[in-house]
């Protein structure tokens, strides 16, 4: 069954979710409405877990542990129970929650596998029926240096048109940028997608370096490394990203069907006297 515990926690979770910051502002339709999402919300979960077991479907040991470093990441010392604590989620509670969704997850992704060869031919009719979808703008791949003074962006400047240190190395030595311990590689992207004021790197020509850039940042020095012109993606280089949309939504409605028939054949008993005591 369903506890209080995790009635309670559950219903946290979605007034944070739906961004309600004075939870007695919630007219009692309002508050009974949350239970009743958050009651459903356990009984779906509770049901598929239960599912999930029945048909030999595990989390291992290391599949959790890497989520939650995932989840912990760039928290310091103890303030990720900290946060939990300001938030009111008991800590194994949040765990059990992060353990459900991550079965779940499993257990769809195994259960509701598409027939290999008519996916592959869905791949193929969404491409040919949404190729203007799959166009890609004006790119730039372009090296980066951001330092804090105008005077060391001078500085910098020099060493360039010296040729003494590569724009690579001199990145990796001053630059603040995060991408300065690869050089201050970017990448490529789409010309559509950058700052504003960096638009005077649309006007370089290959492996030229630009003038000095003033941003609310620091100074700015690009290199441009090459320019690709507007292009249609092939179908090889458009595959993953149709594979992964259409496995979800092919899921998710194959799965949505299998729960509407699984409740259906469960015994499910919602004490409603139970529900209207509890209080938010």
């Known amino acids: 069954g369903v506890t209080i515990d995790e009635l309670r926690s559950e ?6 979710k739906f961004r309600i910051s004075n939870k007695n502002s919630l007219t009692n339709e309002e508050k009974l409405l949350i239970k009743i999402k958050g009651l459903n919300n356990l009984i779906r979960n509770k049901l598929i ?39 009111g989620i008991p800590a194994k509670i949040w765990e059990s929650r992060l353990k459900n969704r991550l079965l779940i997850s499993k257990f769809i992704q195994d259960k509701f596998k598409p027939n290999d060869s008519s996916f592959e031919k869905k791949i193929h009719s969404y491409y040919e029926e949404n190729k203007e979808k799959f166009k890609k703008g004006k790119e730039v791949h372009a ?8 005077d060391e962006a001078k500085h910098i400047n020099k060493l360039l048109k010296s040729g003494k240190k ?59 490394v090459r320019v690709k012109r507007p292009r249609e993606l092939s179908f090889s280089e458009a595959k993953g990203t149709i594979y992964n949309q259409l496995l979800r939504d092919e899921q998710s409605q194959r799965f949505e069907k299998w729960l509407i028939e699984f409740k259906k054949n469960s015994n499910i008993e919602i004490r409603e006297n139970v529900l209207s005591k509890f209080n938010l």
């Open 49 to 87: 877990i239960m599912e999930a077991k029945n048909s030999g479907i595990f989390l291992a040991s290391d599949e959790y542990e890497r989520s939650y470093q995932e989840a912990i990441n760039g928290y310091d010392g103890d303030s990720f129970s900290v946060t939990l604590s300001v938030e």
């Open 11 to 16: 219903t946290k979770f979605l007034i944070k």
């Open 166 to 224: 590569s724009f690579s190395k001199l990145s990796r030595e001053h630059s603040l940028s995060p991408e300065a311990a690869i050089g201050g590689d970017l990448g490529y992207f789409e010309i559509s997608q950058m700052p504003q004021e960096f638009g005077p790197i649309v006007k370089l020509k290959e492996n030229q370096i630009s003038e000095i850039i003033k941003t609310p940042y620091g100074y700015h020095i690009f290199k441009l």
């Open 143 to 150: 090296l980066h240096i951001m330092v804090a003074t105008e």
